[in-house]
């Protein structure tokens, strides 16, 4: 793994909580974007060398929408950048992580993603996160 790629958070509102976190970090979201697969609408902030993705639900049987129904709003999940995500799926399960996805799938902001289940990382969900090649 590479660095923290991004952290993202559950969201009630997308565009509530883009006011509070263009107030909060003094600029606006760089990019709006749907994931059908997952069911989620996603706003990605960048501060310095840092990222923040919000996360709406857009299906009631998102798993954003679990989510929040179970916790409430909040850190939903923490990504690391890999130079390549399949070989880190294969090294990560070799030590014994549970994924939730065996084959990375694209996701947000340009990237193939895979999880990792957070019953094997202290109730944590990880997310990794490649570069799409073009």
Same mark, same amino acid.
């Given at each position: 793994?590479?660095?923290?790629?991004?952290?993202?958070?559950?969201?009630k509102?997308?565009?509530?909580?883009?006011?509070?976190?263009?107030?909060?970090?003094?600029?606006?979201?760089?990019?709006?974007?749907?994931? %059908?697969? @997952?069911?989620?609408?996603?706003?990605? *902030? /960048?501060?310095?060398?840092n &990222?923040?993705?919000?996360?709406?639900?857009?299906?009631?049987?998102?798993?954003?929408?679990?989510?929040?129904?179970?916790?409430?709003?909040?850190?939903?999940?923490?990504?690391?950048?890999?130079t390549?995500?399949?070989? %880190?799926? @294969?090294?990560?399960?070799?030590?014994? *992580? /549970?994924?939730?996805?065996? &084959?990375?799938?694209?996701?947000?902001?340009?990237?193939?993603?895979?999880?990792?289940?957070?019953?094997?990382?202290?109730?944590?969900?990880?997310?990794?996160?490649?570069?799409?090649?073009?």
């Amino acid at each position: 793994m590479k660095k923290i790629e991004h952290i993202g958070i559950a969201v009630k509102d997308l565009e509530v909580s883009n006011d509070l976190f263009a107030s909060l970090l003094g600029e606006k979201h760089y990019k709006i974007e749907a994931v %059908e697969s @997952e069911g989620v609408m996603t706003s990605f *902030f /960048k501060k310095g060398p840092n &990222k923040i993705e919000l996360l709406q639900a857009t299906t009631q049987e998102s798993p954003i929408a679990k989510f929040i129904e179970k916790k409430g709003e909040g850190i939903h999940h923490i990504a690391f950048a890999v130079t390549d995500i399949e070989k %880190e799926i @294969e090294r990560l399960k070799a030590e014994g *992580f /549970k994924m939730i996805h065996d &084959k990375p799938k694209k996701g947000a902001d340009d990237k193939l993603i895979a999880f990792l289940h957070p019953k094997a990382t202290n109730g944590v969900l990880i997310e990794l996160c490649q570069d799409i090649k073009e």
